[in-house]
């Protein structure tokens, strides 16, 4: 069975790949130069044009046409656009190598510059216009140089995938007809029915099995949304021996860009709760110092507001509390399960956040090595998802497993657990649980370390929360 990769996994990879030190110029080096060596492999040293449009794609293809050139091919490339208008980075750094390799680029800046001569004195044309991020229907001078390609004789390849292809449905309303596609790392869907050479273009083993900036791409977060409440809106059930395990997964979820956030905490926790922040909207439960059976029947309306439920932190171990919290879990669809929620015989379900000690009291495993089997089994069999919390952090639904790295040794400090709770029920609000749980622990352990450069030892877990907007911030500005 064929593994496909869909352009956003595809982004989310080679940002990986750039964090983890290969970076965005390598790839497009590599790419380019794979592109130059199969065509060379398959039709030798013919005259070639390359028709590059103004993204990253184009600059795949301003590497190809240096390579061919290189290897003393009759190369001229066409350029849609500008030079001034190329995308900053590698790809416009590409076309200066190009130029510099004394290779003629004729940049078209209107659709009647381009004609049907260009097209036919060529035995080869390379398809560089319109790479993975581009949907909808081309248009002006996209569609006017895809038509032509299509009307000429010459051999077509396209790069990666043909110009006017949707990469996220597959549907190709206009687009370039190939004799051959040369796309990069893995399959993409719809490009089946075409002759397709999958190139490796060197994304490390490291970027497909850690979590990284690239995770933060494949979620939504508040930035995502035009209105108020469709960013997430998050209820924190916990409390009572502990009060500031529950405020402290409420900030998490507030700055991890959750819209609404409910503390729900027996009394005397709701009231000092509410002191903590103005930002904290508290719901004070049935008993001054507990979760009790009496709590299942309020704090059901308030499970139906909200999209996710994050519970179990410093509601203590009494028996009463419990069997209230597994009477509260069977009211629940979303929900993040962590510390006293944390039992055997609880209905767990949703994401879970054990630490190896947790992890043993629900499964009866102690962990070998770095538990990526012992959590796989358990998500498995339970139908969960396990964020495995350890050194090395092990997210796993069953099937796919990420590790992730990020932390410092300053988050041994008592609440950075409670807030990588509230960064998960954050993203799960609006994200499936596979994806959120992964971005939820590179963003909780970058904030860490963000956290640590500065406190160093002294850090704490209010440190952690007052970084993960930056974190959030810097790794999505890195990406565009």
């Known amino acids: 069975m064929v593994e496909y990769v869909t352009a956003e996994e595809m982004r989310a990879l080679e940002a990986n790949a750039d964090y983890y030190g290969v970076s965005y110029g390598t790839l497009m080096e590599n790419a380019g130069r794979k592109v130059a060596e199969v065509l060379r492999a398959l039709y030798g040293c013919k005259r070639v044009l390359v028709v590059c449009g103004k993204g990253n794609n184009g600059g795949d293809g301003f590497v190809a046409a240096r390579y061919l050139a290189m290897s003393g091919c009759h190369v001229s490339v066409i350029l849609l ?55 909808g229907v081309a248009r002006g001078l996209a569609a006017r140089a895809i038509n032509l390609i299509n009307n000429s004789p010459a051999i077509k390849v396209s790069v990666d995938t043909p110009s006017g292809f949707d990469a996220r449905t597959g549907q190709c309303p206009l687009c370039v007809k190939p004799d051959l596609v040369v796309t990069f790392h893995a399959m ?40 108020k409440g469709q960013s997430g809106r998050v209820l924190v059930i916990g409390g009572g021996p502990y009060i500031g395990a529950p405020a402290l997964t409420a900030m998490a979820a507030l700055r991890t860009g959750a819209d609404i956030v409910t503390v729900a905490s027996p009394r005397r926790a709701a009231d000092i709760i509410a002191s903590y ?80 000690g947790e ?43 990420k590790l992730n790295s990020t932390g410092s040794p300053g988050m041994t400090v008592g609440g950075t657990g409670d807030v990588l709770a509230g960064i998960t029920g954050a993203l799960y609000s609006v994200n499936p649980a596979f994806e959120a749980a992964t971005a939820a622990a590179f963003i909780s352990g970058a904030a860490g370390e963000m956290a ?29």
């Open 81 to 135: 656009g500008r030079a001034s208008d190329v995308k900053k980075g590698p790809a416009v750094e590409n076309l200066f190598k190009l130029r510099m390799a004394k290779v003629d680029v004729m940049e078209i800046e209107a659709p009647e510059m381009l004609t049907r001569e260009s097209f036919e004195a060529c035995e080869i044309i390379i398809d560089a216009i319109l790479g993975t991020g581009s949907y």
């Open 188 to 227: 993409k869907k719809g490009l089946e029915r075409y002759n397709t050479e999958v190139v490796d273009i060197g994304i490390p083993e490291k970027a497909m099995t850690h979590a990284g900036p690239g995770d933060l791409l494949l979620i939504k977060s508040r930035g995502d949304f035009e209105h």
């Open 277 to 356: 922040s103005p930002n904290l909207i508290t719901y004070p439960l049935s008993d001054r110092n507990k979760i009790t059976g009496a709590d299942v029947d309020l704090l059901t309306e308030q499970i139906s507001r909200h999209d996710v439920i994050v519970m179990g932190m410093g509601a203590g171990h009494d028996p009463e509390t419990l069997r209230a919290l597994g009477e509260i879990m069977k009211l629940c669809d979303r929900v993040v399960l962590d510390a006293d929620a944390l039992q055997p015989e609880m209905p767990l379900k949703g994401i879970v956040t054990p630490h190896r």
């Open 452 to 480: 640590f450069r500065e406190k160093g030892y002294g850090l704490l877990a209010t440190d952690v929360v007052h970084c993960i907007p930056y974190v959030m911030k810097e790794f999505r500005q890195q990406q565009g």
């Open 359 to 401: 992890f043993r009291r629900i499964s009866g495993i102690d962990v070998a090595g770095d538990g990526q089997e012992e959590a796989r089994e358990f998500s498995r069999s339970k139908n969960l998802v396990t964020l495995l919390k350890g050194r090395t952090d092990v997210i796993t639904d069953g099937q796919r497993v």
